[in-house]
C-alpha cells in the first residue's frame, strides 16, 4: 500500500530548554493521540521525528500512526542545519519507496522543520544537495519558533516558511492543532487520489502563525546565552538559560535551569567553539537541578569547568577534571568567565 510519509525535523538546542521544549514535548504527544482517531491518518500516514542540535539523530524511526509513541526529546549544543539535512535525505532514501515503471511507490513526503536559531555549521553543501537531489521528492514546510532563525536561508530549501511569533503554551496548542491538521487533510488527499505534486496545509492558521513574507531575514539570534555546568554529586551536566534583557544593555537575566543527561553530549558538535563571557554579565541563577546544592556557578581554578556547590563546606571535587579544591567569592568588580554554549 502507498504511505504517506511525515518527518518531523526539531530543533534541540540549548535555547529550546524550558517552557519551549516542554511544549514540544506536550505537543508531540498531543498530535499522536490525535492522529490515532483519524481513519485516513491511520491508513496511510507514517512519522519519524529526527532530533538536531550539533549534531543530528533519529529519534523516532519511521513508523505508521498506530505505532506511534511520542519521543522524550533532547537537548544538545549548537545548530547543525546541514546534519540535519544530510540525514533527512540518508533517512528519506531508506524510509520512502520510490516509483518504478512497475509499481507506484509512496506518496511524495511532508518535512516540518522546527527551527529557533541560526545555523552554527555550514550547511551550504547539504542545502544545494537537497535542492538539487530532493526538492522535488519532498515538501518541506519550515517553522521559525520565535521569529529569529535564518528565513533568507530556510526560503531556500523550503516550499512553505512559517513563523511562529508567539510562543506561549496556547500558541505552541495551536501551532501543533495546524499541523495535525494540515497531515490530516493530505492523509485525505492521498486517499482519495487527489494530493497532487504539492503540499496540502491546513487554511485554519491561528492567530500566532504567520506566512513568511519574503522580505525579512529573520534577527540576530542573540537572545539567549546557556551555561553548561556539572552536578558535583552525581556528574550529569545541567544548562542555565539566560534572556538578553530588555532594560540593561549586555545583561542577561536568568530564566530557566534543566538538568539533563549525558546523551546531550552525544548531540553536541565536535570540537565547537565556544564563546567566553563574564559571570557579571549574568543575572540571577538557581540551584542545582540535580542536587540540593544551592549554587550553580562554581568555578574551577584548573580547567575552568562549572558546577554546583555545597555553600556549608565551600569544599567540591570538580567533576569535570576530578581537581580538589575549596572555594570563595571572586573578588568585587571583577567576576569571572564561563563558557557559553552554541546555542
Same mark, same amino acid.
Given at each position: 500500500?502507498?504511505?504517506?510519509?511525515?518527518?518531523?525535523?526539531?530543533?534541540? =538546542?540549548?535555547?529550546? $530548554?524550558?517552557?519551549?521544549? !516542554?511544549?514540544?514535548?506536550? /505537543? %508531540?504527544?498531543?498530535? @499522536? #493521540?490525535?492522529?490515532?482517531?483519524?481513519?485516513?491518518?491511520?491508513?496511510?500516514?507514517?512519522?519519524?521525528?529526527?532530533?538536531?542540535?550539533?549534531?543530528?539523530?533519529?529519534?523516532?524511526?519511521?513508523?505508521?500512526?498506530?505505532?506511534?509513541?511520542?519521543?522524550?526529546?533532547?537537548?544538545?549544543?549548537?545548530?547543525?542545519?546541514?546534519?540535519?539535512?544530510?540525514?533527512?535525505?540518508?533517512?528519506?532514501?531508506?524510509?520512502?519507496?520510490?516509483?518504478?515503471?512497475?509499481?507506484?511507490?509512496?506518496?511524495?513526503?511532508?518535512?516540518?522543520?522546527?527551527?529557533?536559531?541560526?545555523?552554527?555549521?555550514?550547511?551550504?553543501?547539504?542545502?544545494?544537495?537537497?535542492?538539487?537531489?530532493?526538492?522535488?521528492?519532498? =515538501?518541506?514546510?519550515? $517553522?521559525?519558533?520565535?521569529? !529569529?532563525?535564518?528565513?533568507? /536561508? %530556510?526560503?531556500?530549501? @523550503? #516550499?512553505?516558511?512559517?513563523?511562529?511569533?508567539?510562543?506561549?503554551?496556547?500558541?505552541?496548542?495551536?501551532?501543533?492543532?495546524?499541523?495535525?491538521?494540515?497531515?490530516?487533510?493530505?492523509?485525505?488527499?492521498?486517499?482519495?487520489?487527489?494530493?497532487?505534486?504539492?503540499?496540502?496545509?491546513?487554511?485554519?492558521?491561528?492567530?500566532?502563525?504567520?506566512?513568511?513574507?519574503?522580505?525579512?531575514?529573520?534577527?540576530?539570534?542573540?537572545?539567549?546565552?546557556?551555561?553548561?555546568?556539572?552536578?558535583?554529586?552525581?556528574?550529569?551536566?545541567?544548562?542555565?538559560?539566560?534572556?538578553?534583557?530588555?532594560?540593561?544593555?549586555?545583561?542577561?537575566?536568568?530564566?530557566?535551569?534543566?538538568?539533563?543527561?549525558?546523551?546531550?553530549?552525544?548531540?553536541?558538535?565536535?570540537?565547537?567553539?565556544?564563546?567566553?563571557?563574564?559571570?557579571?554579565?549574568?543575572?540571577?541563577?538557581?540551584?542545582?537541578?540535580?542536587?540540593?546544592?544551592?549554587?550553580?556557578?562554581?568555578?574551577?581554578?584548573?580547567?575552568?569547568?562549572?558546577?554546583?556547590?555545597?555553600?556549608?563546606?565551600?569544599?567540591?571535587?570538580?567533576?569535570?577534571?576530578?581537581?580538589?579544591?575549596?572555594?570563595?567569592?571572586?573578588?568585587?568588580?571583577?567576576?569571572?568567565?564561563?563558557?557559553?554554549?552554541?546555542?
Amino acid at each position: 500500500m502507498r504511505m504517506l510519509p511525515v518527518y518531523f525535523l526539531i530543533d534541540v =538546542s540549548e535555547s529550546m $530548554i524550558g517552557d519551549t521544549m !516542554r511544549q514540544l514535548d506536550e /505537543g %508531540l504527544a498531543k498530535l @499522536s #493521540d490525535t492522529l490515532k482517531t483519524i481513519p485516513e491518518a491511520l491508513e496511510t500516514a507514517q512519522v519519524s521525528v529526527i532530533a538536531f542540535a550539533g549534531k543530528a539523530k533519529v529519534i523516532t524511526p519511521m513508523v505508521e500512526v498506530a505505532n506511534l509513541y511520542p519521543p522524550r526529546l533532547p537537548i544538545g549544543g549548537g545548530t547543525s542545519l546541514g546534519a540535519a539535512l544530510e540525514l533527512l535525505m540518508e533517512r528519506i532514501d531508506h524510509d520512502v519507496t520510490p516509483t518504478t515503471p512497475d509499481r507506484k511507490g509512496d506518496w511524495k513526503p511532508i518535512v516540518f522543520l522546527l527551527t529557533d536559531g541560526v545555523p552554527t555549521d555550514n550547511p551550504g553543501s547539504a542545502m544545494t544537495r537537497w535542492k538539487s537531489d530532493y526538492a522535488r521528492k519532498a =515538501s518541506l514546510v519550515s $517553522i521559525s519558533v520565535g521569529g !529569529r532563525a535564518d528565513l533568507k /536561508g %530556510l526560503r531556500e530549501i @523550503s #516550499d512553505k516558511t512559517m513563523i511562529l511569533n508567539d510562543i506561549s503554551d496556547n500558541a505552541f496548542a495551536n501551532l501543533i492543532t495546524w499541523v495535525t491538521q494540515s497531515i490530516t487533510i493530505q492523509s485525505q488527499s492521498v486517499g482519495i487520489g487527489a494530493a497532487g505534486d504539492g503540499v496540502n496545509l491546513s487554511k485554519n492558521m491561528p492567530d500566532e502563525l504567520a506566512e513568511d513574507d519574503g522580505i525579512s531575514a529573520g534577527l540576530p539570534d542573540d537572545r539567549y546565552a546557556v551555561v553548561i555546568g556539572k552536578c558535583e554529586t552525581n556528574e550529569l551536566p545541567f544548562l542555565l538559560k539566560y534572556e538578553k534583557s530588555r532594560h540593561q544593555d549586555g545583561v542577561y537575566e536568568f530564566r530557566a535551569a534543566q538538568g539533563v543527561s549525558n546523551q546531550y553530549f552525544e548531540l553536541c558538535a565536535d570540537g565547537g567553539a565556544m564563546q567566553e563571557m563574564n559571570v557579571q554579565n549574568l543575572m540571577g541563577g538557581s540551584s542545582c537541578p540535580h542536587c540540593p546544592n544551592e549554587i550553580t556557578m562554581a568555578h574551577c581554578g584548573k580547567c575552568g569547568g562549572i558546577h554546583c556547590l555545597d555553600v556549608r563546606t565551600k569544599q567540591a571535587v570538580c567533576p569535570w577534571c576530578g581537581g580538589a579544591g575549596t572555594y570563595g567569592a571572586s573578588a568585587p568588580g571583577e567576576g569571572f568567565n564561563v563558557n557559553r554554549g552554541l546555542g
